[in-house]
């Protein structure tokens, strides 16, 4: 039996807008398009008891409360708030599946602790972290855990047990199961189903004619059945530019100047691609005009350059020919130390 929690921010890009803009605490607020054809990427729960949502044309929303505050999208300080949830789930564990920015699942059937308590850590560690809100589910499998995400929101979680999951399907509407969109739900409605207890009546074969090949699946989902494995993203192992020279450096300096540049392209990057990575080892690479290669790896924590110049430099005098391509890079610390780092640091 697994254990999989879900957890998703609360009204996620307008709860960044009011944490950065305290003065907007307490009013309604959306973010999105301010124009006459707008649409709302969301907004947040003051909002909400107006009929405000997601998707909706800003004028629309606007005739509905006529007070909405509609903020531009800050797409950058959505990522940075992001990025710092994911790390506080992988510092939970590495079975972390992001499926959007502000949605996670991890599978923490290893733990021997209740998911309960977990995920009230976790919610607790990304509030005081990033100053927002979070609700979880917590369920056998992935689908359960998702629709209990929701259950209490915003800012609370939600269980559902083993045992609770023939009571909890029976009742559950349809279109709460994932995969059966507005399409699928109005189908079956206009054959008398809206619970999924009345969708497990139906027969595998007729789930068949009606849905294809998902009908198979919606035959175990309607019974609160998923064996989806959480899929962690594979985090990349290292991070590296290189460039190849229309002519062959002859010297020393030369190289040097190339590496400067190397270095500074590869810092800009390890701040983009690679923020919250740890890096363990810098590495150079150099191609000769006979076309024979040599790398020089070093243990290094904070690559400076400095210690990329050393690398270079013994690389360098490895050949007496001159230099064809140079290459300079960084290997991160695998995400087994890295979780064992993360879990020090929260703790403190
Ligand atoms: P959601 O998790 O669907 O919504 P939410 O976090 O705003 O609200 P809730 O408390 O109900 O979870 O989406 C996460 C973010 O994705 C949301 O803040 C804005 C963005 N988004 C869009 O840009 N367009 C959309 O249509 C939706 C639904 C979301
Ligand atoms: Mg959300």
Redesign the pocket.
């Known amino acids: 039996m697994r254990k999989i929690i879900h957890i ?7 709860a960044v807008e009011v944490r950065d803009f305290p003065e907007l605490a307490g009013k309604p607020v959306a973010v999105g398009g301010q124009s006459a054809r707008g649409v709302l ?2 907004c947040n729960y003051e909002a909400r008891r107006f009929g405000c949502r ?2 909706m044309p800003t004028f629309k929303a606007l005739r509905m409360c006529p007070d909405l505050i509609v903020r531009p999208v800050r797409f950058e300080r959505y990522r940075e708030a992001s990025n710092k949830v994911r790390e506080i789930l992988r510092a939970c564990t590495q079975q972390v599946e992001p499926l ?4 996670a699942y991890l599978d923490v059937t290893a733990h021997n602790r209740y998911g309960w308590t977990i995920a009230k850590e976790i919610r607790g560690a990304i509030e005081s972290t990033t100053g927002l809100t979070a609700s979880a589910g917590i369920a056998p499998n992935k689908m359960l855990a998702k629709i209990a995400s929701d259950w209490r ?2 800012n609370g979680q939600f269980a559902v047990t083993p045992e609770m999951v023939d009571t909890f399907m029976r009742d559950l509407p349809v279109a709460k199961i994932w995969g059966v969109g507005p399409k699928g739900s109005n189908k079956l409605a206009k054959l008398g189903v809206v619970s999924c207890g009345e969708l497990q009546q139906l027969p595998a074969h007729r789930l068949r004619e009606l849905f294809g090949r998902f009908g198979d699946e919606l035959f175990n989902l309607c019974r609160g059945l998923d064996d989806r494995p959480v899929e962690p993203r594979r985090l990349r192992k290292s991070l590296s530019n290189e460039r190849t020279f229309e002519r062959n450096l002859e010297d020393w300096e030369g190289c040097r100047d190339e590496l400067d540049r190397l270095y500074r392209e590869l810092v800009d990057d390890l701040d983009g691609k690679a923020a919250g990575r740890q890096v363990a080892k810098a590495f150079v690479k150099v191609k000769f005009s006979d076309f024979t290669r040599t790398t020089k790896e070093c243990v290094c924590r904070k690559p400076d350059l400095e210690t990329f110049r050393a690398l270079l430099r013994e690389a360098f005098h490895r050949s007496g020919e001159s230099v064809r391509l140079i290459g300079a890079g960084v290997r991160f610390r695998d995400e087994d130390q890295q979780d064992e780092v993360d879990q020090l640091e929260l703790d403190l």
């Open positions: 998703d921010m609360d009204c996620f890009y307008a990427t969301t997601s998707a959007s920015l502000d949605e929101k915003p």
